[in-house]
């Protein structure tokens, strides 16, 4: 587990809307990198199109190459479903399964891969789940009351859970402390801190702070113009880039001079 992800040249498109232009990094394995920026110059919509959820929307394509450990996501042969189980995403606001029980929503991802699964490798995966999720201590003794139930940061860690449940090589995470109170945002901190330990993190970030305590790499993208597509302006260690800047725009920024 936790693959080194290489953007080459990558240009992202919604019909034709150029959305992101000539995106080079690479992200380490067993790292948290942040995408950090103002609203629409892209960081999401590159976030997306690590795991090819972009595609969702009808018209979106991409011209360069996203390498999952050499492997070229986008390359023909390649099944999106396959992508999204090794890169897996945890979104903005917490989405687990209403109708579902805390364990059943564990073990959807598992199911819809069709995976047989005995009811013992179940109740182990789900226990090892939410442990990796800091959360089974909180819910062990509810796993079959609905996962909608929980409070809002609680929810969260039960997507993360989610969405380890199927041993992804990646986490890809949209902005996963926007909707959350401070304590449970530190939890979920905190948590993103561990998962490093097994996976490669991306994670999408409004919050300067956050970005500076969870994050070994910090990448800003920018917009240069109103309707010009998005670019990535610097991407270093996080110390450097919110102390020590290369790009001046990066610094304005960083110091609240705009966005």
Not at 237 to 250: G, L, M, S, V
Request: charged fraction near 25%; charge should be negative; include cysteine.
């Amino acid at each position: 587990m936790s693959k080194r992800i290489e953007i080459k040249d990558l240009d992202i498109y919604y019909g034709k809307f150029h959305a992101v232009k000539s995106v080079d990094m690479t992200i380490e394995p067993r790292s948290v990198t942040a995408f950090i920026g103002s609203s629409g110059c892209g960081k999401s919509t590159v976030l997306r199109s690590l795991n090819r959820m972009h595609e969702v929307i009808p018209g979106a394509y991409v011209d360069g190459q996203v390498l999952l450990d050499g492997v070229d996501l986008y390359a023909p042969n390649v099944d999106p479903v396959r992508v999204r189980r090794q890169v897996g995403m945890v979104f903005q606001r917490p989405n687990p399964f209403p109708t579902m029980s805390i364990k059943e929503n564990i073990l959807a991802g598992v199911r819809l891969n069709n995976a047989r699964i005995s009811r013992k490798d179940a109740d182990e995966l789900v226990e090892k789940s939410l442990r990796g999720a800091n959360l089974w201590n909180e819910v062990k003794d509810r796993l079959d009351r609905p996962g909608s139930g929980l409070s809002g940061g609680q929810q969260q860690r039960l997507c993360i859970a989610r969405a380890i449940a199927v041993e992804p090589d990646v986490l890809l995470m949209d902005e996963p402390c926007s909707a959350l109170d401070p304590i449970s945002t530190l939890a979920i901190e905190d948590l993103i801190k561990d998962l490093k330990e097994d996976y490669t993190v991306v994670i999408v970030t409004h919050n300067m702070q956050q970005a500076a305590r969870v994050s070994d790499q910090t990448a800003f993208f920018n917009l240069k113009a109103h309707g010009q597509p998005g670019e990535l302006i610097e991407m270093g260690p996080t110390e450097k880039i919110f102390h020590n800047p290369e790009q001046k725009a990066t610094e304005d920024y960083i110091t609240g001079r705009f966005g």
